[in-house]
């Protein structure tokens, strides 16, 4: 047997061995794992604004004007504290004067939007499509790896900033951005399966979604004043795949 091919196999045994000993020594410390997750779910949309100013309690009509939504994502972690995810969420918002009279429309007068063509249409009634790109930020408050030491699950909060999309009926569809946050838990059910539930909202850097610029007139795709906002229940199930590396041996 030539020199050439005993070295071949003595490398890959340095290697593996190497990476034994780094798990041997490291794991009962601290293990940091890199996590790479994929998820999908479903859940819901619930628009607020000028039709719909409801503070913190809405109305059941205007619970009513809830539409469905999904979205998908991918996460990457490599510590327990923070949580890195890309985005997109799809669905609607609608909303109806009518559900609560708004003050900054007196009974009898209907909000209207100049069209396209440069008709006047009734704004009291609208629906919005919502196409939705995030880039968030989750901090998780307990390490919820797989570990009989460890918990399994964690409450969160997360924010970040969103790129949407938003396609009305009445007037053209225009891009805004808009900064997601709120609250959720996790649960890993094993090593590759887990479920997580979030709500909260969208802060909309455009006072249009609704087709109605009412809090300073303004009909830009962007303003920093007033704004709608729409908010999101959602639930999810994810896949989890875990990385440890180790070195190159040549």
Not at 47 to 68: C, F, H, I, N, Q
Not at 120 to 136: C, K, N, P, R, W
Not at 171 to 176: H, K, V, Y
Not at 234 to 245: H, K, L, N, P
């Amino acid at each position: 047997m030539s020199s050439a091919t005993t070295i071949i196999p003595l490398k890959r045994h340095k290697a593996g061995l190497l990476c034994l000993l780094v798990f041997l020594f490291v794991a009962p410390w601290d293990l940091q794992a890199q996590r790479w997750t994929w998820g999908a779910g479903f859940g819901a949309t619930a628009y607020k604004g000028e039709l719909a100013d409801w503070g913190y309690r809405p109305s059941v009509p205007e619970l009513k004007e809830t539409l469905p939504a999904i979205h998908l994502f991918v996460s990457y972690q490599e510590r327990h504290a923070f949580t890195y995810r890309f985005q997109m969420l799809v669905s609607r918002i609608q909303g109806n004067i009518a559900n609560r009279p708004s003050t900054l429309f007196p009974i009898g007068t209907s909000p209207t939007v100049i069209t396209p063509n440069g008709k006047v249409a009734d704004a009291s009634i609208f629906a919005t499509s919502i196409t939705e790109f995030s880039g968030i930020v989750d901090y998780n408050f307990l390490d919820y790896e797989v570990n009989p030491r460890h918990f399994n699950w964690t409450p969160y909060f997360y924010g970040g900033l969103s790129a949407v999309f938003a396609s009305p009926d009445k007037i053209d569809a225009f891009l805004t951005p808009a900064i997601p946050y709120g609250i959720g838990v996790k649960f890993q059910i094993n090593k590759n399966w887990g479920v997580r539930g979030e709500f909260g909202s969208r802060k909309v850097f455009s006072d249009k979604l609704d087709q109605v610029a009412t809090y300073d007139g303004n009909m830009d795709s962007f303003t920093l004043e007033g704004g709608d906002q729409y908010l999101h229940l959602g639930f999810s199930v994810t896949y989890t795949i875990q990385s440890i590396f180790c070195p190159k041996v040549y």
